[in-house]
């Protein structure tokens, strides 16, 4: 029994105390849920980070390997043939390389009779698309061309279309025709 005299304790306190439990417990777990959704959003965006970095390496890879095809091409010394058509070869795949190397001993034939010797400068190059596997460049190269005819050499212009492909890691020609 309680005596008229002592003070009633409210039950507001205990009331209040939960309450706030409660909203500290909901506060804690919207924190972690946010914690949680910024984690994934980090590593969703460290992944798209990283595919784009491949994307951009291999385009610079593929650029680069159809500048030095074309230049490969465009440059010979008739005295160091064999060595000039390594380059190429060795820069080549697919029907390219098959067509090239069966083409060869004529071209061997036609550069000795002529006394060629030719000096390519790319001028310009760009892709006009690209993958992590497959490219395609347009390539400008200027070429001086010394033969019987031109001893002191001649400028010509050459552009190319130059299809690459990735094959064991290497970008390698697959394609090249004259455009333009």
Do not use: H
């Not at 972690?32 to 959003?41: H, I, K, M, N, Q």
């Not at 990283?50 to 994307?55: I, L, S, W």
């Amino acid at each position: 029994m309680t005596s008229p005299d002592a003070p009633a304790r409210p039950a507001a306190p205990a009331a209040a105390a939960a309450a706030a439990a409660a909203k500290r417990s909901l506060l804690l777990v919207v924190l972690a849920v946010l914690c949680v959704l910024l984690a994934v959003a980090a590593v969703v965006l460290g992944l798209r980070l990283r595919g784009y970095a491949q994307t951009e390496e291999a385009r610079s890879d593929a650029l680069r390997a159809a500048r030095q095809s074309a230049l490969n091409l465009t440059t010979i010394d008739v005295e160091q043939f064999d060595e000039a058509v390594q380059r190429v070869l060795d820069g080549a795949t697919g029907d390219f390389r098959q067509e090239f190397e069966d083409n060869s001993g004529n071209l061997e034939k036609l550069l000795t009779d002529n006394q060629v010797d030719a000096d390519g400068s790319v001028i310009a190059a760009g892709l006009v698309r690209a993958d992590r596997s497959n490219a395609t460049a347009l390539v400008v190269v200027d070429s001086t061309v010394r033969n019987i005819a031109v001893p002191e050499g001649r400028l010509n212009t050459y552009r190319m279309q130059i299809d690459v492909e990735r094959v064991d890691g290497r970008w390698l020609t697959s394609a090249l025709r004259f455009v333009g």
